[in-house]
């Protein structure tokens, strides 16, 4: 398998602009999260998902943020508008079916909003 | 809420000595532990994983145990090299919480 798969790796985009990042799951990963890395915050969790449905959201920032699952192998994290502190890696990362089980990281993509 | 703390942030040593990184966490109500590696401008590889219920996991010239009644994780490194230079994070996976939460890390730079 080729791993978690995200496009693109680096994006680089204006204040106000629609920002999608795309996130092809490990096959056979039920489990699907959505990760934001910056330096002053660390790693933190966004949103996740179970066979496709969002369990825990809490973690999205605000209603700019939303992420959809429409099936197994695609996931999409969409940020309209941007706005510069929205600059950090994004990461996706999957799990098999039983909870607590290993995740597995994509490379991230790296977003810079200008 | 889960807390998870590794000290130190940075860490230097000379080539081929033995090393310990150090992780606490609040919460020991935990399904496992995981210890990961982060090199620069790059994603996560993980390296251990240790169940709630194992002492210790290895893999190679790293080892890694858990204390879970005290809170604690150990990631062992012997005859480091200079390869092994990373940041290297920390996560658990809480009871009723479905989801990781990440230490800081630790930088190590070996020192060829």
């Known amino acids: 398998d080729a791993g978690v798969i995200q496009s693109p790796r680096h994006e680089v985009t204006e204040m106000g602009q629609e920002v999608t990042l795309r996130c092809k799951p490990i096959s056979g990963h039920d489990y699907l999260f959505w990760y934001r890395q910056t330096m002053m915050r660390g790693l933190e969790l966004l949103i996740y998902?179970?066979?496709?449905?969002?369990?825990?959201d809490s973690g999205m920032p605000e209603d700019r943020f939303s992420a959809k699952m429409p099936n197994a192998s695609f996931s999409t994290l969409k940020i309209q508008p941007s706005e510069p502190r929205d600059s950090a890696v994004y990461f996706c990362?999957?799990?098999?079916?039983?909870?607590?089980?290993?995740?597995?990281f994509g490379p991230g993509t790296r977003l810079t909003v200008l | 809420k889960q807390e998870v703390t590794q000290i130190p942030a940075a860490l230097s040593v000379p080539e081929g000595e033995n090393l310990v990184l150090n992780c606490s966490f609040t919460?020991?109500?935990?399904?496992?532990l995981q210890w990961f590696r982060q090199d620069p401008g790059k994603g996560l590889t993980s390296l251990l994983l240790i169940q709630s219920s194992q002492r210790e996991q290895t893999s190679g010239r790293l080892n890694a145990s858990l204390d879970k009644s005290s809170g604690r994780s150990t990631l062992y490194i012997a005859a480091s090299q200079p390869g092994d230079s990373a940041t290297y994070l920390c996560a658990v996976w809480g009871f009723g919480n479905e989801k990781l939460t990440f230490g800081t890390g630790t930088r190590l730079t070996i020192i060829p």
């Open positions: 998902f179970n066979n496709n449905v969002p369990i825990d």
């Open positions: 990362a999957s799990s098999p079916h039983t909870q607590g089980n290993e995740q597995f």
């Open positions: 919460d020991s109500a935990i399904y496992n």
